[in-house]
């Protein structure tokens, strides 16, 4: 089994860059296999996926209001995931969660349908906090 623990949420002002991770640990030999992906949610909001990247780190997809300011990427070496975010706005705040989907069905979904679908996901952190203000 697979545990997800993120990392690296924070109070930031507009503009303002922050970096999450998460780490993986239980079985993090097998994460290497795994999509992973970024998915938030605010207060009043439904669960949306952020962005996701493949096993092997060859193909990615964003939501579109972030595209151009977050960028995801992976260290299987480190059995980590991390968001770069950067040039924050307000209505990025949310609770952001990283997951884990064996295989590529995730992958599938985002380039056939262009979204991200939570029963693709096995695994899930339990959330790290962005605070995003003027």
């Known amino acids: 089994q697979v545990q997800l623990v993120e990392s690296g949420g924070d109070s930031v002002q507009a503009g303002g860059s922050l970096k999450l991770s998460c780490a993986a640990s239980g079985s993090p030999r097998s994460v290497s296999t795994y999509s992973m992906a970024w998915f938030r949610q605010a207060p009043g909001n439904e669960r949306e996926g952020v962005a996701a990247?493949?096993?092997?780190?060859?193909?990615?997809w964003y939501v579109d209001s972030i595209k151009g300011r977050f960028i995801i990427f992976r260290d299987d070496r480190k059995n980590a995931l991390y968001l770069q975010m950067n040039n924050l706005k307000p209505e990025d705040t949310a609770t952001y969660f990283c997951a884990a989907s064996p295989g590529r069905s995730a992958q599938i979904t985002w380039n056939q349908q262009g979204r991200l679908t939570d029963g693709d996901f096995t695994y899930w952190g339990q959330g790290t906090q962005v605070t995003v203000s003027s």
């Open positions: 990247i493949s096993p092997g780190g060859t193909d990615t």
